[in-house]
Every structure is written in structure tokens, then in C-alpha cells.
Nanobody, 111 residues
């Protein structure tokens, strides 16, 4: 069994940055690939970025150039930083590991 817990969401003004955390626990050996996704009501969940082997392997088109992901295998933590936020980044953000999902953390960008 694997559990993921996202945190770090909140209210941010346009142009700001936010760092989200994903804590992975349970039946894991090591964190190889973690995906960050986001979803707004009525829309499909979309990829923000896929992180594997210590670097970003894929970015979503809407966040290209604005996202950084880092990981701490000793703590089983993965961090997503999204810069230059705009209202279109408002969404619930989820992390995914081995087809397991967390409960999400809400990010709201307001002016």
C-alpha cells in the first residue's frame, strides 16, 4: 500500500511562486518516477510535470519553463515549484506514484 500526501497549496498573487510538497510513504523501495498533475472542476486532469531519475522528463505545455521539481529520496519527498503563476494555474494539484494518488492541494491564483 502506498500513500501520498500533498501540501503547500494556498492563495497566490499573479507573478508569484508556490512550492508544493508530496510525501510518499508505504510499500516503496525508492522513488523513481513521480508525476504532478492538476485539475479544475469540469476538466480532465492534466500533466504538470513528470519527474524521474532526478530530473524532469516531461512538462505540460501550459507550464513549460516555469516548473522545477526536486526530490529527497531519504525523506521520500518530492517538491514542485511553479513560478510566474497566473490565474490559469488555479487548480487542485495532485502527485502520482505507481498509479497511486494523493488527495490534492488547492492552488488559487488571484489578482
Amino acid at each position: 500500500q502506498v500513500q501520498l500526501v500533498e501540501s503547500g497549496g494556498g492563495l497566490v498573487q499573479p507573478g508569484g511562486s508556490l512550492r508544493l510538497s508530496c510525501a510518499v510513504s508505504g510499500d516503496i523501495i525508492s522513488i523513481y518516477t513521480v508525476g504532478w498533475y492538476r485539475q479544475t472542476p469540469g476538466k480532465q486532469r492534466e500533466l504538470v510535470a513528470l519527474w524521474g531519475s532526478g530530473h524532469i522528463v516531461r512538462e505540460g505545455d501550459s507550464v513549460k519553463g516555469r516548473v522545477t521539481i526536486s526530490g529527497d529520496n531519504a525523506k521520500n519527498m518530492v517538491y514542485l515549484q511553479l513560478n510566474d503563476l497566473n490565474p490559469e494555474d488555479t487548480a487542485a494539484y495532485y502527485c502520482n506514484y505507481a498509479n497511486h494518488w494523493g488527495q490534492g492541494t488547492q492552488v488559487t491564483v488571484y489578482s
